[in-house]
C-alpha cells in the first residue's frame, strides 16, 4: 500500500502575537515567525504510519510519502516528519503567496498521476489559511471517493478499502470507501485506538497525539530520499481561483468582566448581549 | 538560523525532547518535589526515547551521535521543571555509565550497559566519601582479593539514585597502602548481601531525587565485576569527572536562561506604579545583564564541547566552563528571584526551586575552589 501525505509548513500557532500584515495590506508577512508542519497533517502522517508499518518489530505493508508544497525551507518540516517514520519525502517548490487550494489540488494531482498511490491522506485543512478546500478538490478532481474529517479509519488485512468515522456537526457518520481514495483527518485520528488495519497488532506503543521523532529516526531520516520539483516541472497549471483583496487584523479584544454566578450569565446574555 | 554546532537535525531532537519534558514531566514537577520521590518509569520512557544512549555506539543499543545531541538533550532538560529528575537521568547516562563503555568487556556491556541504555537497570556512580570528595586519592572504601572474589568494606556518601540503583560504578582500594595508583571500579550489584542504604540525606534542593549514604559490609563481588585493570580506577574517574561537568555546565546555561525567559514574560505583565514592571530602566538593564552573562557562558560552553568531541580530555576548559556557567546560574536566577518580588518567595511560582535546585551545580562535580585548583595547577602556579 501507498501513501501520499500531503504536509504543509505553517507558522507555529504560538507565534500568533508575532503576525504582521504588510503596509499595502495585501499579504501576512511571515518574517520572524517558527514553522511547524500543519498539525492537522502531522496527524495525517501518524495515521499513515499507523496504518502500514509496526513500531513494534519494524514490520512494514507499506511506503509513507510525505509531500510538500512550500520554499526550500519547507525540507526542514518534511525532514521532520521522515524522522517520525515516513519513507521518502518530495518538495515541490512554491511560494504561499502563489497558491490556493486548487492549484495545490492540481500540483497534488499530478503527484498522484507520478506516484499513483492507494490513498491520499491529509489534515482536513491548514491551521494558517483554515481553507479546509484542498481534500475535496483533489478528490473531485481525480475522480476518487473522499471521506473527510476522519476521527477512526478500519481497514480490512487486505487493505482494499477503509471504513471511516468521520466527525459531523452533531455527531458521527460512517461510510466506506474504496482505494484509491482521499481521506482528510480530524484531530482524534491520533487516539490510541483509532487506526486498525486489522493486520498489524493493535500497536501497544500507541499514545495520545502523533508520535516524537525519535533519535534514531532522526538518524535514519538523514539519509531517505527527498524528491525535488518545480510547479513548472510538473506542468501544473498555477492559475490562482481566489483573488486575495485584503487582509486585517481582528479588533483587538475589549477587556471582559467575571461573574459570579451563572444565574447573572444568563441574565446578561438574555438582556444585554440578547443572544438568549 | 545556521550555527556552526547545530544541524536541522538536532533541531528535530530538540523538538522531540521539549515536547517529551514539557509533556510527560513537567506536569508532575510539583507532586514529585512534594513526595520527595519520582517513579522509576522515566528511566524506562527515557530509554525509549533513546535519551539515555545519544553518544554511546550503536552495539551496546545507543546512537552512536555527535556530542552536541547531548548538548540539546541537557538543554531541553530544565523544561522538565524538575532538577532532581535531570539529575537522576544524568547521573544514569554520563555518570554511572561511562566507566562501563570506556573500560567494560563484551559481557560486562551486555549485561550492564545495554539495559541501563533501556532504562531498565538505574545505575549510580559511588565515588565519594564523608572524608573523601574531589580528593579521590584518599578513599577508604576497601576491596580486599579473597580466591575469585573481591570483598568490600566501606561507606559512601551523597551518592545520587544509592536507594534505587541495580548497579553502582564503585571506586575502591585495591591497595590502600597507595593513593591514587592503588584504587579499582567494581560494577556491584546492589542486591549482593552486606550491601545496605543506610540513610537518605534531606537536601536545600533537588527533592525528588534520593541521594543516600551506603554501607559496605564485607560485600562479596565476583573477581569478573571488577572493570578495567586492577589499580588503574582513579584515571578513568578524572576523565569522567569531565563529561559530568560539562553536563552540569550545559545544563546550568540552560537553566539559567529558561528562568530568565520566565522572567521576562513576568515583567512584561506585572504593573507597579502604574506600569509594567519591564518599562523601568532599572529591569531592562538588568534583564540585559543577565542576557549577556547566558550568552557569553553558553558559547564558551558549547566550544567546551567541541573540544570534549574532539580529545575527550580538556580539563583546563571543562573547568572553566563549569565555574563560568554554574556560578552565573546561581547569580542569575538569584537576581529574578528578586525580580519576581514576593513570588519569586513563592513556592508556587516555581522560581524559589529553580533557585535551590541550581544552588548545587557549583558544588556537585568538583566545586568552584576545586575547579580553580585544577585550572592553577594547569597553567603553571
Redesign the interface.
Known sequence: MKIIVPMKRVPDPDNVDKVKISSDGKRVSSEGLDW?PNPFDEYAVEAALRLVKDSGTDKTTGEVIVASIGPEEA??QV??CL?MGADRGILVLGDDHELDASVVARALKKLVEKESPDLVLMGKQAVDGDSNQTAQILAGMLGWPQATFAGRIETPADLSRATVTREVDGGCATVTVKFPAVISVDVRIVTPQAVNNNMIPPDKLNRDGPR?????G??K??KKPMDRYTLEDLGVDTTQRVKTISFSQPPARSGGVILDTVGELVQRLKEEARVL | MKTPWFTEEHEIFRRTVRKFMETELAPHAEEWEEQKDFPNWIFKRAGEMGFLGITYPEEVGGSGCDYFYKVVYCEELPRSGCGGVNMALLVQSDMGSPPINILGTKEQKEEYLVPIIKGEKICAIGVTEPNAGSDVAAIRTTARRDGDYYVINGTKTFITNGARADVITLAAKTDPDKGYDGMSLFLLDTDLPGFSVSRKLEKMGMHPSDTTELVFEDVRVPKDKLLGEENTGFFEVMINFQGERLVAAISAVAGAALVLEKTMEYVKQREVFGKPLSKFQVTRHKIVDMLCEIEAARHYVYHCCWLFDQDKNPAKEVSIAKILSTEMAVRVINQCIQLHGGYGYMREYGIERAFRDARLATIGGGTTEIMKEVIGKMIGL
Open positions: 511547524k525540507t526542514h525532514r521532520w524522522a516524537y521523532a525519535s533519535l534514531t532522526i538518524m531520516a538523514k
